[in-house]
């Protein structure tokens, strides 16, 4: 689960400028929004980069970008800039760069062979002008090729650009990036050269015709394990799919011996032979809708569509839509593209996402002082595992509604609930719910004393409202911490990734009330949302209660020592345990609000594992599969929409109505492999987890 805090929201300004109007889309460890520049007057696209944000990584990117941004060439997408917002080690980077409306050429149907040559010349015009500049693109695919005309294509996303001679790609300090069955064999061996993108030039070319990348001979299936690295890394590949007069010019691009395949130059005459005149040609056919169906994906990519951020992880729903969707079609292959310029994504994210400009965020002061964005949530929340959120929760407020009772223990520790029985109505779920950050959301705003309230309009069957504590806007990065998770200063090591030490959070933060049915009831948006106002006003008046300079209340009684509320979600699973799981990024997870909840990436695959604590009523056969992991209970649900959960029990309590809890993590695999292969690495996964859980 991403954090609420680790994300800008719609409408936010960055670099003064740019606000953001569609996104996010999440992928690998960065986010892509599409953004209208105020001063220009256009459309761009915004890539939110996460990872080595200092001074001299930065420096290094932004040069990147100029000389980027000079380079003018017909069929490669340009980038504009890097802008970053904040100081230090609490900066996050932005790109950007042009927007392609077109989409990627991924998930097309099947090309003819003259309309594929044709686009494919295209590329290797633009890679003669990359390769006369020092400069190797290093993951040539379908999904980073953009059309910008029914015949017209530009190269996208230098996330693995690399420079001829300098040993390095162009992002600091990051490894060789690559998608695996489109890289060279020496591209898998560490060694790029121009004529890698040759070869995966003529793997995309491949894949346009046949729907998929060339194969070694004999390999079945998806054919990964002929990508391993390593001395005896990937044989020659075979071209065994009819692509008609296509056959005799791949074959010599897919040589194994780099120096025995044509130059970019040569391979472009070559296919444009095959294509012959361009008026001949017809034109590129829409994207395929998902095979899941997924909303998202079954947009056009010729116009723009619609990406709502997903909040929270519910009990029993994973993360679907707009992030699986640019990892389905995306697959940075290594954290290098979350560092660098993701000049273009998948059909989905180039119509729904998108100059240079200052940053529009405060600098964020030395720790305790109280005088800059940011500062004033942190100092009211204090220890964000401490902070109560049931003080903000008011039974009696809700009580004209109908039967009003307090729900302490409803979810994860950020939240506390009323349920509120209407009688002959609905029931009615009145969360309040602690999140990192404090980026305005969209809708409309009033101020009531110390606190900004959002009023979003009803969305999904339910309605939201923001209680912001730093002013009329965050600063762009949603977060206080290194890594924008708003991971702050505090009482552990601060450390990230898959950390080993406890990361207590005291960085910005800010309350959202959600109004909800309780049970499979369908009430109006003017229910929900009359009733999410009158627990918001009473929440805003609890807020403007405490006096200046105090804290909110504490949980009371404390949390038992015993309880998962003390412990570092993310250290239940160490980079070790995650290689279960294909190119997971176990250093760069997504971090919720009081480390209670952990997210990673698979930079190979559309691979996610999601590890989050909850409270409620004990699990039991309904829920799953019953078994023993790691030395606790575990439940295994079943396969459900390309996802497993499994719910371990950490220990078992009586509530405060004398009602039996138990305290449990959901650890979730989502992504495409098959049921029983998401089945395998769900339980060994959560196996790992449960031996690191403290002592109950």
């Given at each position: 689960?991403?954090?609420?805090?680790?994300?800008?929201?719609?409408?936010?300004?960055?670099?003064?400028?740019?606000?953001?109007?569609?996104?996010?889309?999440?992928?690998?460890?960065?986010?892509?929004?599409?953004?209208?520049?105020?001063?220009?007057?256009?459309?761009?696209?915004?890539?939110?980069?996460?990872?080595?944000?200092?001074?001299?990584?930065?420096?290094?990117?932004?040069?990147?970008?100029?000389?980027?941004?000079?380079?003018?060439?017909?069929?490669?997408?340009?980038?504009?800039?890097?802008?970053?917002?904040?100081?230090?080690?609490?900066?996050?980077?932005?790109?950007?760069?042009?927007?392609?409306?077109?989409?990627?050429?991924?998930?097309?149907?099947?090309?003819?062979?003259?309309?594929?040559?044709?686009?494919?010349?295209?590329?290797?015009?633009?890679?003669?002008?990359?390769?006369?500049?020092?400069?190797?693109?290093?993951?040539?695919?379908?999904?980073?090729?953009?059309?910008?005309?029914?015949?017209?294509?530009?190269?996208?996303?230098?996330?693995?650009?690399?420079?001829?001679?300098?040993?390095?790609?162009?992002?600091?300090?990051?490894?060789?990036?690559?998608?695996?069955?489109?890289?060279?064999?020496?591209?898998?061996?560490?060694?790029?050269?121009?004529?890698?993108?040759?070869?995966?030039?003529?793997?995309?070319?491949?894949?346009?015709?046949?729907?998929?990348?060339?194969?070694?001979?004999?390999?079945?299936?998806?054919?990964?394990?002929?990508?391993?690295?390593?001395?005896?890394?990937?044989?020659?590949?075979?071209?065994?799919?009819?692509?008609?007069?296509?056959?005799?010019?791949?074959?010599?691009?897919?040589?194994?011996?780099?120096?025995?395949?044509?130059?970019?130059?040569?391979?472009?005459?070559?296919?444009?032979?095959?294509?012959?005149?361009?008026?001949?040609?017809?034109?590129?056919?829409?994207?395929?809708?998902?095979?899941?169906?997924?909303?998202?994906?079954?947009?056009?990519?010729?116009?723009?569509?619609?990406?709502?951020?997903?909040?929270?992880?519910?009990?029993?729903?994973?993360?679907?839509?707009?992030?699986?969707?640019?990892?389905?079609?995306?697959?940075?292959?290594?954290?290098?593209?979350?560092?660098?310029?993701?000049?273009?994504?998948?059909?989905?994210?180039?119509?729904?996402?998108?100059?240079?400009?200052?940053?529009?965020?405060?600098?964020?002061?030395?720790?305790?002082?109280?005088?800059?964005?940011?500062?004033?949530?942190?100092?009211?929340?204090?220890?964000?595992?401490?902070?109560?959120?049931?003080?903000?929760?008011?039974?009696?407020?809700?009580?004209?509604?109908?039967?009003?009772?307090?729900?302490?223990?409803?979810?994860?520790?950020?939240?506390?609930?009323?349920?509120?029985?209407?009688?002959?109505?609905?029931?009615?779920?009145?969360?309040?719910?602690?999140?990192?950050?404090?980026?305005?959301?969209?809708?409309?705003?009033?101020?009531?004393?110390?606190?900004?309230?959002?009023?979003?309009?009803?969305?999904?069957?339910?309605?939201?409202?923001?209680?912001?504590?730093?002013?009329?806007?965050?600063?762009?990065?949603?977060?206080?911490?290194?890594?924008?998770?708003?991971?702050?200063?505090?009482?552990?090591?601060?450390?990230?990734?898959?950390?080993?030490?406890?990361?207590?959070?005291?960085?910005?933060?800010?309350?959202?009330?959600?109004?909800?049915?309780a049970d499979d009831s369908t009430p109006s948006a003017a229910v929900l949302c009359g009733m999410a106002d009158t627990a918001t006003t009473a929440a805003?008046?609890a807020l403007n209660a405490v006096p200046p300079g105090g804290r909110l209340p504490r949980r009371q009684p404390p949390l038992p020592d015993s309880s998962?509320?003390?412990?570092?979600?993310?250290?239940?699973?160490?980079?070790?345990?995650?290689?279960?799981?294909?190119?997971?990024?176990?250093?760069?997870?997504?971090?919720?609000?009081?480390?209670?909840?952990?997210?990673?990436?698979?930079?190979?695959?559309?691979?996610?594992?999601?590890?989050?604590?909850?409270?409620?009523?004990?699990?039991?056969?309904?829920?799953?599969?019953?078994?023993?992991?790691?030395?606790?209970?575990?439940?295994?649900?079943?396969?459900?929409?390309?996802?497993?959960?499994?719910?371990?029990?950490?220990?078992?309590?009586?509530?405060?109505?004398?009602?039996?809890?138990?305290?449990?993590?959901?650890?979730?695999?989502?992504?495409?492999?098959?049921?029983?292969?998401?089945?395998?690495?769900?339980?060994?996964?959560?196996?790992?987890?449960?031996?690191?859980?403290?002592?109950?």
């Amino acid at each position: 689960m991403t954090g609420e805090g680790d994300a800008v929201r719609l409408g936010t300004k960055v670099g003064e400028r740019y606000r953001l109007t569609d996104g996010p889309i999440r992928g690998g460890s960065g986010e892509v929004w599409l953004a209208h520049d105020e001063e220009l007057g256009r459309d761009v696209v915004l890539k939110r980069v996460l990872g080595d944000d200092s001074p001299t990584a930065f420096d290094r990117l932004r040069a990147e970008a100029r000389v980027l941004a000079r380079f003018s060439h017909p069929h490669v997408v340009t980038l504009h800039d890097a802008v970053r917002v904040g100081r230090r080690t609490r900066a996050t980077t932005y790109l950007v760069m042009e927007y392609a409306p077109g989409g990627s050429l991924d998930r097309r149907p099947p090309l003819p062979p003259r309309l594929a040559a044709h686009l494919g010349a295209q590329v290797a015009d633009a890679l003669i002008a990359l390769h006369a500049e020092g400069i190797v693109h290093g993951d040539i695919k379908p999904g980073n090729v953009v059309a910008t005309g029914p015949r017209t294509v530009k190269l996208a996303d230098f996330g693995a650009a690399y420079r001829v001679g300098g040993k390095e790609t162009i992002t600091p300090n990051s490894a060789i990036g690559y998608t695996p069955h489109y890289a060279a064999p020496e591209v898998v061996r560490g060694r790029p050269e121009p004529a890698s993108d040759v070869f995966s030039l003529a793997a995309a070319v491949h894949a346009l015709v046949t729907g998929d990348a060339p194969r070694p001979p004999g390999v079945p299936g998806d054919g990964a394990s002929a990508y391993r690295a390593g001395p005896h890394a990937r044989g020659a590949v075979e071209v065994a799919a009819d692509v008609g007069e296509l056959r005799a010019p791949l074959t010599a691009m897919l040589r194994r011996d780099p120096g025995a395949r044509p130059t970019a130059a040569e391979a472009r005459e070559l296919l444009r032979t095959v294509a012959g005149p361009v008026a001949e040609l017809p034109e590129l056919p829409d994207p395929l809708p998902s095979a899941s169906q997924d909303s998202v994906a079954a947009e056009s990519s010729w116009a723009p569509v619609p990406f709502r951020s997903v909040r929270r992880l519910d009990r029993g729903l994973l993360p679907q839509g707009a992030g699986r969707f640019l990892r389905a079609h995306l697959r940075p292959v290594t954290a290098v593209a979350a560092a660098v310029a993701l000049l273009a994504v998948a059909a989905g994210v180039w119509a729904a996402t998108g100059g240079s400009g200052g940053a529009s965020a405060a600098p964020d002061p030395a720790p305790g002082t109280g005088t800059a964005t940011g500062s004033a949530s942190a100092a009211l929340f204090g220890d964000q595992r401490t902070a109560d959120p049931c003080a903000l929760a008011k039974p009696a407020a809700l009580a004209r509604y109908g039967d009003a009772e307090l729900d302490p223990a409803y979810g994860n520790f950020d939240r506390c609930d009323v349920i509120v029985d209407t009688g002959a109505g609905p029931r009615i779920d009145i969360e309040v719910e602690f999140a990192d950050g404090s980026a305005q959301p969209p809708g409309t705003v009033r101020t009531d004393g110390r606190v900004r309230v959002v009023a979003e309009p009803a969305d999904g069957g339910e309605c939201d409202r923001t209680l912001l504590l730093d002013g009329a806007t965050s600063n762009g990065s949603g977060g206080d911490g290194p890594d924008g998770t708003g991971t702050g200063t505090g009482s552990g090591s601060g450390t990230s990734g898959s950390g080993q030490g406890a990361r207590h959070r005291t960085g910005s933060a800010h309350a959202v009330v959600t109004a909800k049915p309780a049970d499979d009831s369908t009430p109006s948006a003017a229910v929900l949302c009359g009733m999410a106002d009158t627990a918001t006003t009473a929440a805003v008046a609890a807020l403007n209660a405490v006096p200046p300079g105090g804290r909110l209340p504490r949980r009371q009684p404390p949390l038992p020592d015993s309880s998962l509320a003390a412990t570092d979600a993310c250290t239940l699973l160490p980079a070790t345990a995650l290689e279960v799981v294909p190119g997971i990024d176990a250093d760069h997870p997504d971090v919720s609000y009081g480390n209670w909840g952990c997210s990673w990436r698979s930079t190979t695959s559309d691979l996610d594992v999601d590890l989050t604590f909850d409270r409620g009523e004990p699990p039991t056969a309904e829920d799953g599969t019953a078994t023993r992991l790691g030395g606790h209970r575990a439940f295994v649900e079943p396969p459900d929409d390309g996802s497993v959960v499994v719910d371990v029990v950490h220990r078992t309590y009586t509530g405060s109505q004398g009602d039996h809890l138990a305290e449990t993590f959901e650890l979730a695999v989502s992504g495409s492999g098959g049921g029983a292969r998401l089945r395998t690495m769900a339980t060994r996964l959560a196996t790992a987890a449960a031996a690191r859980l403290p002592a109950g």
